[in-house]
C-alpha cells in the first residue's frame, strides 16, 4: 500500500473508531441513569423512618391530654406515613359505653387521625392496629412542629400500656 493510500486511509479508521467511541459512551449513559434511577429509589426507600413511643398503663377512666411525643427538624419538613399502636397487654371495660379514643394532633390542634375503640371496634390485645388513614391536609409537618397524644377513656375503660409508633419520611 503507498504512502498516500495510507494517510487517506487513516481518517477513515479514526472516523469509525470515534463512531464506535460514541456508541461505547452512549450505552454507559444509558447504563449510569438506570444505576442512578435504581440508586434513587432504594434511596428513596431508605429515607423511610419510624419512632416508638411508649405510652404507660392507664387505670380506668384515666386519660392522657395534649402529650408531646414527637417533633421535627426546622430545617426539613416531615411527612407521616402511617401510626399506630402496639398493645402490650389486654384491655378491660371497652364498650359502647366505655369508650378509648385515641387522638394525634400537630401543635396547631389540627387532627392527623382519630380512632374510637368500642365494642365493634376492639382495642387489640398484645397486637397492632393502625389508627387508620392520615388526614392528607395535616399529615406534612413543616419545620419545627410537634405531635401531640391523646387518649380518652371512658370510666370503665381500662387500657394497657402500649407502644405508639410512627412512620414518617422527611421531604
Known amino acids: 500500500m503507498s504512502r498516500i493510500q495510507q494517510q487517506l486511509k ?4 479514526e472516523a469509525i473508531k470515534e463512531l464506535q467511541t460514541r456508541e ?17 429509589d432504594s434511596q428513596n426507600e431508605a ?6 413511643i411508649p405510652i404507660e ?4 377512666g384515666a386519660d392522657i391530654a395534649a402529650r408531646g411525643v414527637f417533633g421535627t427538624s426546622t430545617l ?4 407521616l406515613l402511617a401510626i399506630g399502636i402496639l398493645s402490650q397487654g389486654t384491655p378491660a371495660g371497652i364498650d359502647n359505653s366505655n369508650t378509648c379514643v385515641i387522638t394525634v394532633t400537630d401543635d ?5 387521625v382519630t380512632k374510637t375503640y368500642n365494642a365493634a371496634t376492639a382495642f ?7 389508627l387508620g388513614a392520615l388526614n392528607a391536609a395535616n399529615k406534612v409537618l413543616v419545620g419545627d412542629e410537634h405531635l401531640l397524644f391523646s387518649i380518652t377513656n371512658g370510666v370503665a375503660a381500662d387500657t394497657p400500656a402500649m407502644l405508639l409508633i410512627i412512620e414518617y419520611r422527611n421531604v
Open 108 to 112: 396547631a390542634a389540627n387532627t392527623i
Open 10 to 13: 487513516r481518517p477513515a479508521i
Open 57 to 60: 398503663d392507664l387505670a380506668a
Open 76 to 79: 426539613k419538613n416531615t411527612e
Open 47 to 52: 429515607e423511610k423512618r419510624a419512632v416508638v
Open 24 to 40: 461505547v459512551l452512549k450505552q454507559l449513559f444509558e447504563q449510569l441513569a438506570t444505576v442512578h434511577s435504581q440508586i434513587t
Open 124 to 130: 387489640p390485645d398484645n397486637d397492632y392496629d393502625s
